[in-house]
């Protein structure tokens, strides 16, 4: 919500992210002035417009977008979606200038490339026929008994479709003082790290060299992106050979499980030489993550002779105050985990 200091907006919201977005906006002249239940003003060009909020259609770690639908001045009803670039592309009607898409996927890979962190904007206007159906629908399944997010999903996925881009956004997320020299600190005391991100692969890569996890000595990054366990097998192994080729054979480790449906059942050994590496693509919840991250982690044990006690730590920041309270130990900032 807007706050005035000092005589200029200001925004409290739920991420970072939206407060950089709101902002951007407000100095490009599209000033979000106030929002209650059944309504959003913004000044455009100096006067105030009303638009009625219609209907929330949130995001979720599968969906990887959130959309509102809203009647604006005009009496139209449009849906604005925002999400993960690969998840809005894929929604996107054929009657998008070519020329807007292509520019946009370039702009896309270049603020990837340079640690940015990107989103798609897309639109959808929609007749009211089709809207109060499709709310019928939509109240039905808030209020089931069973299956009611996946119903929820499909609902909110057979409107999100055929929308018009309207372009991209790229926020930079910079890391905190002493967080890059404190990773390589812990990597000389031999100490495992991983990174769990959702962003996209350049991304992701990018920031593991900001932050020193990667260096510029290493040969290459290996990245692993089947989307079946069959592919995923044939990569791990591929990767295993290219490093033995190149230096030598490492320590070998455990399986990480022996669960048939895991990622990495089939292979013969895992292979480590100092840090992890992870971007994570998958549709996985947040603890099934973390329960894979932990079961690696054990299989990093000498057969049983060493033991080890979970620590749940967190770095307090802006986008995770709420969960502090669930943590044993939270750092007010990065560089103190050393």
Same mark, same amino acid.
């Given at each position: 919500m807007p706050e005035r200091k000092n005589g200029r907006?200001?925004?409290?919201?739920?991420?970072?992210?939206?407060?950089?977005?709101?902002?951007?906006?407000?100095?490009?002249?599209?000033?979000?002035?106030?929002?209650?239940?059944?309504?959003?003003?913004l000044e455009i060009a100096g006067s105030e417009e009303v638009y009625d909020l219609l209907a929330i259609l949130d995001f979720n770690n599968v969906r990887k977008r959130m959309s509102v639908i809203v009647r604006n001045?005009?009496?139209?009803?449009?849906?604005?979606?925002?999400?993960?670039d690969t998840i809005i592309l894929d929604r996107i009607s054929h009657n998008t200038a070519p020329l807007l898409k292509s520019a946009t996927i370039q702009h896309l890979d270049k603020f990837a490339a340079d640690g940015f962190r990107t989103l798609c904007l897309a639109y959808k206007k929609i007749s009211t026929d089709v809207f109060n159906k499709w709310h019928?629908?939509?109240?039905?399944?808030?209020?089931? @008994?069973? =299956?009611?997010? *996946?119903?929820? %999903?499909?609902?909110? /996925?057979?409107?999100e479709q055929e929308m018009i881009l309207l372009g991209a956004t790229a926020i930079e997320d910079k890391l905190q003082d002493g967080v890059s020299d404190t990773i390589a600190e812990l990597a000389r005391a031999n100490i495992k790290i991983w990174i769990l991100t959702g962003d996209k692969q350049e991304t992701a890569i990018n920031i593991g060299y900001s932050c020193n996890l990667l260096t510029e000595n290493l040969r290459e990054v290996f990245v692993i992106d089947g989307e079946t366990e069959r592919e995923v097998e044939v990569q791990l192994k591929d990767v295993r050979r290219r490093i033995e080729q190149t230096l030598g054979p490492w320590k070998r480790l455990k399986r990480v499980n022996?669960?048939?449906?895991?990622?990495?059942?089939?292979?013969?050994?895992?292979?480590?030489?100092n840090d992890?590496?992870?971007?994570?693509?998958?549709?996985?919840?947040?603890?099934?993550? @973390?329960? =894979?991250?932990? *079961?690696?982690? %054990?299989?990093?044990? /000498?057969?049983?002779?060493?033991?080890?006690?979970?620590?749940?730590?967190?770095i307090t920041g802006n986008s995770n105050l709420q969960s502090d309270g669930t943590k044993n130990l939270a750092f007010i900032h990065g560089k103190y985990f050393q």
């Open positions: 907006l200001e925004y409290q919201a739920q991420s970072p992210d939206e407060a950089a977005l709101t902002s951007a906006a407000r100095n490009f002249g599209y000033v979000f002035k106030s929002r209650t239940a059944q309504t959003v003003t001045p005009l009496g139209e009803l449009v849906l604005y979606c925002k999400g993960a019928e629908q939509q109240k039905e399944a808030a209020v089931a @008994l069973t =299956n009611r997010q *996946e119903q929820l %999903d499909r609902i909110y /996925d057979e409107l022996n669960k048939q449906d895991e990622l990495f059942h089939k292979t013969d050994s895992l292979y480590t030489r992890y590496y992870c971007s994570v693509y998958e549709n996985a919840p947040p603890e099934e993550i @973390l329960i =894979n991250v932990k *079961e690696v982690r %054990d299989a990093l044990l /000498d057969d049983g002779k060493l033991t080890s006690q979970y620590i749940n730590d967190t």
